[in-house]
């Protein structure tokens, strides 16, 4: 984990917030995709959906095909990990 990622976690320590079992593994999968942490709860949530939904993807579920219960453009960006306007954004345009 890198030094950024650290010390994020340092200065978050006394609002309690890195006690959380959920939120550390969070922190350390984000670490492990970029190296770093940046934003706060809601980016980190919203980066633990976004590899689920690549994750379920992967395993070929038929619900998250494209034109499915996603657009084309939405499986696109999901798959290809790149496109997001901003760390909050989720696919939008499901069925």
């Known amino acids: ?23 550390l593994r969070l922190v350390v999968e984000s670490a492990e995709d970029t190296g770093r942490w940046e934003g706060g709860v809601a980016a980190l949530f919203t980066a633990a959906v976004r590899r689920a939904l690549v994750r379920e993807i992967e395993r070929h579920n038929p619900l998250l095909e494209p034109n499915g219960l996603l657009d084309g453009r939405d499986y696109a960006r999901i798959v290809g990990g790149r496109g997001w306007r901003t760390p909050y954004e989720l696919p939008g345009r499901a069925r």
């Open 1 to 23: 984990m890198g030094t950024n990622c650290g010390r994020s976690c340092a200065e978050r320590t006394s609002s309690g917030r890195c006690g959380w079992p959920f939120f």
